[in-house]
């Protein structure tokens, strides 16, 4: 079981030791990126500029062990509709760094307040089809706390027992037919839930996280 002692370790010694360092993580719909260092964001993919974004990986403090919020995107949205995701969003210029991101998309989606969250760590960068470069920052939720999703983006908050989300057994690979090409792509089944793309993405690396040997 991962309680809440090894989970806070764990995320600790591996951003002591530098797990997440450089390594860039791409979904199944991304294509090649390029690192141009005469560039102000220096990661390319084609001939745009990846976007930076930030998204917020919640683990919520229950008594009877960690859960992961998630949310369910609303079906009318331009990208990724219905599917499953973690709050966050672009950054804006306001914002100082990732973390102040993920924060405020978190409040502005689904309602809790920043003084509700402690960031304990942080994950791989992940590169998504839509141009993004997402930083997943992941917050410890201590309840009990409010939520107010946003009705425009949020069709549906959940949450996810940690240890079925981490459990290396859960996670299957698929593939899908896209424009006629065999993708594959990692996913996690959870009842009426289908887990996958980056949300899952994120989620492996995690697990990597809290069960990788040495750490």
């Known amino acids: ?17 530098g797990v997440r360092g ?17 560039d102000r964001n ?18 919520v403090d229950r008594p009877d062990g ?17 599917q499953i995701s973690f709050p966050g969003g672009r950054c804006d210029p306001g914002d100082p760094d990732c973390i102040a991101t993920a924060l405020r998309e978190t409040e502005e989606e689904v309602g809790i307040a920043r003084k509700h969250i402690t960031v304990v760590g942080e994950l791989d960068d992940y590169i998504v089809g839509t141009g993004y470069l997402v930083r997943p920052i992941v917050g410890i939720v201590t309840p009990p706390f409010d939520m107010k999703p946003h009705d425009h983006e949020v069709a549906e908050v ?10 290396p057994a859960n996670l299957k690979r698929h593939s899908r037919d896209a424009e006629g ?25 995690l697990s990597e996280i809290l069960w990788r040997p040495g750490i």
Do not use: C
């Not at 450089?22 to 005469?38: F, G, K, L, M």
């Not at 996913?187 to 994120?202: E, K, R, S």
């Open 1 to 17: 079981m991962l309680t809440r002692e090894l989970v806070l370790q764990r995320l600790a010694q591996a951003g002591a030791r």
């Open 22 to 38: 450089d390594r860039r993580r791409s979904n199944e719909d991304a294509q090649e990126v390029a690192y141009r260092p005469e």
């Open 42 to 59: 220096p990661y390319v993919r084609g001939d745009h500029p990846l976007k930076s974004a930030a998204v917020l990986v919640p683990l």
């Open 66 to 82: 960690f859960t992961v919020m998630l949310t369910r995107r609303t079906d009318h949205l331009s990208n990724h509709g219905g």
């Open 158 to 167: 959940f949450e996810t027992p940690l240890d079925f989300i981490m459990d």
């Open 181 to 205: 090409v065999k993708r594959d792509h990692f996913a996690i089944p959870w009842g009426d839930y289908y887990i996958w793309g980056a949300t899952a993405g994120m989620l492996r690396n």
